[in-house]
């Protein structure tokens, strides 16, 4: 049985390394043009420079702007979910930071990580850019020779799933479906990358993500039989 205040809920936000494919040198022009050419077969009106606002989400092409982490403290009727953000532009320095708060908040072996699709794009994204830094991986987000029950992923997609493997289902409809409020804004997950380059707000990408955190506690408190979250019992930290 995992303790919710053991529990560390955390979603990312990640941008192409350049703001546009005519920026690549010579060299990884022709590494994403390889990438291109599988992402758009049978796509004739995409080409691999309008299609580059997709390589952030590749490990290889893309980076880290913003981690956004939440805890919960305390019990019902008064736990709260604390939120702590690292973000910049400064990709290492952001998982730096990152990977030290996870070393010190980790240091037990009762610890699980939980967020959205986490097993699958945000857990093995972060160790990949982590790598490419040369910054040695938390134990905690380190699977590599762990046994599956070693582990301490958690997934509320996953959850969702029930072993379903060909099911997939967004964290906004997810919490639509189960009656959880989403906050209605004006971006989404694939507007990050012009919000970023374009528009150069990160508070804006770094919002988004905070409530990202929220809705997947939200979402993992009301699969487990848990209370929600009071509107007004989130606390962030600077």
Same mark, same amino acid.
């Given at each position: 049985?995992?303790?919710?205040?053991?529990?560390?809920?955390?979603?990312?936000?990640?941008?192409?390394?350049?703001?546009? #494919?005519?920026?690549?040198?010579?060299?990884?022009?022709?590494?994403?043009?390889?990438?291109?050419?599988?992402?758009?077969?049978?796509?004739?009106?995409?080409?691999?420079?309008?299609?580059?606002?997709?390589?952030?989400? #590749?490990?290889?092409? !893309?980076?880290?702007?913003?981690?956004?982490?939440?805890?919960?403290?305390?019990?019902?009727?008064?736990?709260?979910?604390?939120?702590?953000?690292?973000? !910049?532009?400064?990709?290492?320095?952001?998982?730096?930071?990152?990977?030290?708060?996870?070393?010190?908040?980790?240091?037990?072996?009762?610890?699980?990580?939980?967020?959205?699709? !986490?097993?699958?794009?945000?857990?093995?994204?972060?160790?990949?850019?982590?790598?490419?830094?040369?910054?040695?991986?938390?134990?905690?987000?380190?699977?590599? !020779?762990?046994?599956?029950?070693?582990?301490?992923?958690?997934?509320?997609?996953?959850?969702?799933?029930?072993?379903? #493997?060909?099911?997939?289902?967004?964290?906004?409809?997810?919490?639509?479906?189960?009656?959880?409020?989403?906050?209605?804004?004006?971006? /989404?997950?694939?507007?990050?990358?012009?919000?970023?380059?374009?528009?150069?707000?990160?508070?804006?990408?770094?919002?988004?993500?905070?409530?990202?955190?929220?809705?997947?506690?939200?979402?993992?408190?009301?699969?487990?039989?848990?209370?929600?979250?009071?509107? /007004?019992?989130?606390?962030?930290?600077?």
């Amino acid at each position: 049985m995992v303790t919710l205040n053991n529990i560390l809920f955390l979603d990312i936000e990640t941008v192409p390394q350049h703001d546009s #494919y005519e920026k690549l040198s010579p060299e990884w022009k022709a590494l994403w043009d390889l990438k291109a050419a599988y992402l758009i077969r049978n796509k004739e009106e995409e080409t691999v420079e309008t299609i580059y606002n997709r390589a952030g989400i #590749y490990a290889e092409f !893309g980076k880290v702007v913003c981690i956004t982490c939440g805890i919960i403290q305390g019990y019902h009727p008064s736990k709260k979910l604390v939120l702590k953000s690292f973000c !910049g532009d400064d990709e290492k320095e952001i998982l730096l930071q990152f990977a030290d708060m996870l070393k010190r908040w980790a240091s037990d072996t009762n610890k699980s990580l939980c967020a959205h699709n !986490g097993k699958e794009f945000d857990f093995p994204f972060l160790c990949r850019r982590m790598i490419i830094h040369n910054i040695p991986l938390p134990a905690i987000l380190n699977t590599r !020779g762990k046994k599956p029950w070693e582990i301490t992923h958690l997934d509320t997609m996953e959850l969702w799933r029930f072993g379903d #493997y060909k099911n997939f289902t967004s964290l906004n409809l997810l919490a639509t479906t189960l009656g959880i409020p989403t906050p209605k804004d004006d971006i /989404d997950g694939s507007m990050v990358w012009e919000v970023y380059w374009k528009e150069r707000n990160l508070e804006r990408i770094v919002c988004y993500c905070q409530k990202d955190v929220v809705t997947a506690a939200q979402v993992y408190l009301r699969m487990t039989g848990e209370a929600l979250l009071e509107a /007004d019992s989130i606390e962030i930290k600077q």
